[in-house]
């Protein structure tokens, strides 16, 4: 089975019907690219870029460690485009063993992601400035978590404006970013027409989307057994949040851990998903499925599965 697989490298992704799909890495470091490329990734769609942040003792990275990892990671994948987010610290990523028990209620609702971001406003512009400057060296797309609320958009693409102005005044040289928030509140894939608005692309995250659609912690596992993918609310999000990208012709992808379990190809692809980023251990086996589907005969069979009320039994019927 794995040599088998692994022959599929360099096949490209697309369905029996002609659809080209894109299949994309998840990272955590810069040293991941290398992975990523060798599973036959076509570019990042997820680096997580807290990873550079934690552990640090309070000594975050500056600007230039940060551009220089980036940069790494951009030139490590060879001229594919690669998507950044910004920090995503908070609730199950804190930035410190230590301060996991500073006093957060809740964490998963508290201060995290670009709230995070947008309390240290310092910080967040040396990233945006960081990432800005490794758009120089390939195609980058920033990618801004966990998004809620239009002022937070507002107050994220203000200083994205900013940062870029800082190195206007100082003579940086950095290129051009496509800007995407992250769909993972269903408050945000609720206001879906109003991210399209300001933003050039989506990415749905589906970990957390079903944490807070389900209201179930994703890291408590005395719940664990009610946190479910497949629940019709969390697939109408994730089906309208894709259809509405479809439908103003905006690139979507989904950058959960469903986007690499190949249960969900099908109906992904059954709901207009064309663009999936994950674990690079699982891209081949993600790419088996879109080879053997007919994305036309899975689009009607995808909206009996979401309008069911128990999709996971059709699904695998
Ligand atoms: C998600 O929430 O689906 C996601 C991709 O982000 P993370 O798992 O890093 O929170
Ligand atoms: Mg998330």
Redesign the pocket.
């Known amino acids: 089975e794995r040599g088998r697989l692994s022959r599929l490298r360099h096949t490209p992704a697309v369905t029996l019907d002609g659809q080209k799909i894109e299949l994309l890495a ?1 990272i955590e470091m810069p040293d991941d690219a290398p992975a990523a490329l060798k599973a036959g990734a076509v570019g990042v769609g ?1 680096f ?1 870029s807290e990873f550079l942040f934690m552990g640090r003792h309070g000594n975050l990275p500056d600007e230039e460690e940060q551009y220089l990892a980036y940069r790494r990671a951009v030139e490590g994948m060879e001229g594919l485009p690669v998507t950044i ?1 910004t920090v ?1 610290v908070g609730a ?2 804190p930035l410190d063993e230590s301060r996991r028990d500073e006093a957060h209620l809740n964490p998963a609702l508290g201060l995290r992601a670009i709230r995070w971001s947008l309390s240290e406003p310092d910080m967040f512009r040396t990233q945006l400035r960081a990432i800005l400057r490794a758009a120089a060296h390939g195609k980058v797309n920033l990618l801004i ?1 966990m998004l809620a609320h239009g002022g937070e958009i507002r107050q994220t693409l203000s200083l994205l404006d900013f940062a870029r102005a800082e190195l206007d005044n100082r003579g940086t040289a950095y290129g051009p970013v496509d800007v995407g928030a ?1 769909i ?1 509140v269903p408050a945000a894939a609720l206001a879906v027409r109003t991210f399209l608005k300001y933003f050039d692309f989506l990415s ?6 079903i ?1 807070y659609t389900l209201a179930i912690d994703r890291a408590d596992e005395s719940v664990a057994h009610l946190y479910d993918p497949c629940h019709p609310a969390v697939l109408r999000l994730v089906a309208d949040t894709i259809s509405e990208c479809v439908r103003q012709g905006k690139g979507v992808s989904v ?3 469903m986007a690499g379990d190949t249960q969900f190809t099908r109906l992904l692809l059954g709901l207009g998903l064309r663009s999936f980023s994950m674990h690079p251990a699982q891209i081949l086996a993600v790419k088996q499925e879109v080879l053997r589907a007919d994305s036309t005969r899975l689009a009607e069979w995808a909206q009996r599965v979401i309008e069911s009320e128990d999709p996971a039994a059709l699904m695998a019927a």
């Open positions: 998840n997820l997580r987010r995503d199950d990523k978590p992250m993972e749905i995250g589906t970990n957390d989307l944490q950058c959960g851990e």
